[in-house]
């Protein structure tokens, strides 16, 4: 297992985020945000700028994350109301949702494809679809069938999708990713498993959710979190996620890919730090318990 950092964790200033890991012993970078833009959606200084940045600091990218599937999927039938002016709203609501699935389709997915191969990476971060408003349960045959589609042109293109686990997706916790991932069945999807994202969904990330994505994970988001009494969950340094346990876990099972910080907490230095040293002392003594 190795070490990365979510650049835009740090700073918006991709070349202080890689000079700062640097410092810190790691060589490795998830990309996302630029600046104020989004991968692979960058102007042309930006994007000239950070392939000599990645070039000059002779840094790998371990992945990207491009939002891709961040959004609702509608309803193959909208919702209608008796009164034409509210009618009229919820059709034009209707038709932006569709509208915005087929700009991540078919642009947003064959920019962020290019992009990944552009920066040498390997890997691209997507998600579930935003359930927008439905219940949690099995994801719909139109977003399984669109992920699909996905999967196979990242095949094709020689990369790897890995699904995000993040509430309000049909993809939120460990158990209906892997659901999803197995009924997809294609060798280019796997998960980003992200126990903090899992926790604040209600799933007890380890044992339990990692127990449901266990052998399909192709990336992991490392932060913490903690359920706040009032409901719902705050993230923190230290929280009630098992990460020992976890980093045992995913080193038992012979996972040779990247731990990417990703804390979404202030002071961003200072929190990633922290981070990259617990999960330096975690994989040494997971590795130490392997022999």
Known sequence: MKISLVTDEISSDVETAIELGLEWGVRDFELRGIGLERVPCLSAYPRQHLTEVLEQAQVGVAAVSPGL?????????????????????????????????RYHQEELLPLSLEFARHVGARRVVIF???????????????????????????????????????????ADTGQRTRAMVDAIAHPALMINWDPGNALAAGETPYPDGYAAVRGRVGHVHVKDARREPQGGCRYVLDGEIDWPGQVRALAGDGYDGFLSVETHLRPKVSSARATVERLRTLIAGASAEQG
Request: proline fraction near 5%; include cysteine; aromatic fraction near 10%.
């Open 128 to 170: 579930g679809f935003h359930r927008g408003g439905e219940h949690a349960g099995p994801a719909p045959d139109e977003v399984l069938r669109a992920l699909a589609e996905a999967a196979e042109q990242a095949g094709a293109a020689g990369l790897q999708l890995a699904i995000e686990v993040e509430g309000g997706f049909w």
């Open 69 to 101: 599937f961040k959004c609702a999927y509608p309803r193959s039938q909208r919702e209608s109301f008796p009164v034409a002016t509210l009618d009229a709203e919820l059709h034009q609501r209707w038709r932006s949702a569709g509208d915005l699935v």
